[in-house]
């Protein structure tokens, strides 16, 4: 499986971004996808995660609970990021993962597979 991020950009604060992970096979479905990001001079964290479809859940790192949303596409191979109400902190390189399962591991977990990263820029 290979993913690649896209849809990252420059935003105003306040403004709203929609990233997408795509993946190189034709469904997800049976994948735990997550979102994480790193901005400069930090360490990548967590930011969101999508269980399979077999259980459907979502998790969301304190620090976006309530202004991102992380869905699946009717395009069974892509999962979105909806972010709204971005502030200048969000400002970093976004990166989604996934690996086969069902349940997901926790916004600390390594995945197995990453994607190339998009940069979200946040500043007016």
């Known amino acids: 499986v290979q993913l690649q991020a896209s849809g990252g950009g420059l935003v105003q604060p306040g403004g709203s971004l929609r990233l997408s992970c795509t993946a190189s096979v034709d469904t997800l479905d049976n994948f735990v996808v997550a979102w994480y990001r790193q901005a400069p001079g930090k360490e990548r964290e967590g930011v969101s995660c999508i269980s399979s479809t077999s259980d459907s859940n979502t998790y969301y790192a304190n620090f976006v609970k309530g202004r991102f949303a992380i869905s699946r596409a009717d395009a069974k191979n892509t999962v979105y990021l909806q972010m709204n109400s971005l502030k200048p902190e969000d400002t970093a390189v976004y990166y989604c993962?996934?690996?086969?399962?069902?349940?997901?591991?926790?916004?600390?977990?390594?995945?197995?597979?990453w994607g190339q990263g998009t940069l979200v820029t946040v500043s007016s």
């Open positions: 993962a996934t690996e086969p399962g069902i349940y997901c591991p926790g916004l600390r977990y390594e995945y197995i597979v």
